[in-house]
């Protein structure tokens, strides 16, 4: 007989029939899966269903619902409800009784997870590889469905607060989450943080695929596995732009592939060092936020996933069938990826391209609002953190030479954070970017000068 308590199943029941009140107690305890016999489990998702449906629970509603779930007869009836409460006098225990059940119900999972273990521990066609990583998914997934909320005291929270202050001052470096490649990001946003989605809004052609290439690199660096889904253009594409980054050699030379000894061989050091980074590409072009969802996890187990970039929001799909209008569609791809940021506890870089009329027209010193990202209601409600990605105008640039190359990046939106704008370096004849200020260090007038002439010659 599978671990279970029958006794402790209808004290529960007839406790919540007896006194109002009662289901609130433990609500968060235990679900009606929970329950070893069928009629009880049947009985307490008849009470839930009335209880999320703010109608009262007793005797006649808990029947009528039944009556209405189709499930009367299989539970006895009303004499089988009426039984219930022969048990039980008051709810006192209520709570020590629903643990009862919560215990044998983990009892019962561990039971049918290990017989599955054990079958693929014997099956010649599964590594052992496999089976741990089956047998610690199945654990954790009992875990996660048997922990209920519960409240903590502030007490409690000022004292886990003072230990993750502590657990950070042990760190060498302020950086807490995944290296952005940017010393001032990094002292704003302490590097991207676990569970956090962050949106990247940029007009087309000012650098943003570059921008996010580079965020990806020093991810990578710093020994964090990047996934990267690029729904505008393949990945060889993406490579030829690394290794112009990486090698300094221009990328128009790249393409045609008219390279003297020295570029050759400035391309291939580059291509060495980038090919031993954990950046992972992925190259459906028809991606949606479940087809996300699924490799993601994937790449979670396999190869310890730790940063997701897209390349960009409005390429995506909200489902297969896109139901539904494009601004439903947009707020659906939104809430989706800041699911996956926190089912994987795995920080989402995603880029947006921002609207004609509000994005069209940037102020170089001010730059575009939040509201320019296109669709923006829901991705403004559910980002993290928002940084807007700009270049100054063709207009400003002939005001001042100097501007050539030069961006702009301001950290817009931040729940736990500081705001801040960042001047940055863009060399488009190499898509490499750096701070502004490293880019000027050691130049007589600290003033960065583009480069006119390529750095290699044929």
Avoid at 215 to 236: F, H
Wanted: glycine residues 8%; proline residues 4%.
């Amino acid at each position: 007989m599978p671990p279970n308590n029958r006794e402790a199943e209808e004290i529960v029941l007839g406790a919540i029939l007896l006194e109002k009140g009662a289901l609130d107690r433990i609500g968060d305890v235990i679900s009606p899966k929970m329950f070893y016999v069928e009629a009880h489990e049947k009985i307490y998702s008849a009470m839930v269903s009335l209880a999320d449906r703010h109608e009262p629970v007793d005797y006649l509603t808990v029947k009528e619902e039944l009556e209405r779930m189709g499930m009367l007869d299989l539970v006895g009836g009303i004499l089988g409800i009426v039984k219930l409460t022969n048990k039980v006098s008051s709810s006192a225990h209520i709570e020590a009784h629903a643990n009862l059940i919560k215990g044998n119900f983990i009892k019962r999972e561990l039971v049918r997870v290990s017989s599955i273990i054990q079958e693929n521990a014997l099956d010649p066609t599964v590594s052992p590889k496999e089976n741990i990583e089956l047998a610690e998914r199945l654990i954790l997934e009992i875990g996660q469905s048997s922990v209920g909320g519960e409240m903590i005291t502030i007490s409690d929270v000022m004292r886990n607060a003072l230990n993750q202050i502590n657990e950070w001052g042990k760190n060498d470096s302020y950086i807490t989450g995944v290296a952005t490649g940017f010393s001032e990001l990094d002292s704003v946003t302490r590097g991207w943080q676990p569970t956090d989605l962050i949106i990247l809004g940029a007009r087309p052609s000012v650098g943003k695929t570059a921008m996010a290439l580079t965020y990806a690199k020093a991810a990578a660096e710093s020994g964090t596995t990047v996934g990267v889904w690029s729904l505008e253009m393949k990945s060889v594409m993406l490579g030829i732009r690394m290794l112009a980054s990486e090698s300094g050699v221009y990328m128009n030379k790249l393409q045609i592939g008219r390279l003297d000894d020295m570029a050759k061989r400035a391309t291939i050091t580059a291509a060495e060092k980038l090919s031993k980074l954990p950046i992972l590409f992925d190259e459906g072009m028809n991606v949606t936020i479940n087809s996300l969802k699924r490799r993601a996890r994937v790449m979670k187990k396999k190869n310890n996933l730790g940063l997701i970039i897209i390349d960009y929001l409005q390429l995506m799909s909200g489902s297969e069938d896109k139901k539904g209008n494009r601004e439903q569609e947009i707020s659906a791809i939104s809430r989706g990826l800041k699911s996956i940021a926190n089912e994987l506890a795995i920080p989402v870089i995603a880029l947006s391209q921002l609207s004609r009329e509000g994005g069209g027209d940037t102020n170089w010193e001010v730059g575009p609002k939040v509201s320019a990202l296109r669709e923006s209601g829901a991705i403004e409600q559910d980002a993290d953190v928002i940084i807007m990605y700009w270049a100054p105008s063709d207009a400003d640039v002939l005001k001042d030479p100097l501007l050539e190359g030069r961006r702009k990046a301001k950290v817009a939106k931040q729940r736990n954070g500081i705001l801040k704008t960042i001047d940055i370096k863009f060399n488009p004849f190499t898509q490499a970017i750096t701070m502004y200020e490293e880019a000027a260090q050691g130049m007589p007038d600290g003033n960065w000068k583009p480069v006119s002439k390529p750095l290699f010659n044929d």
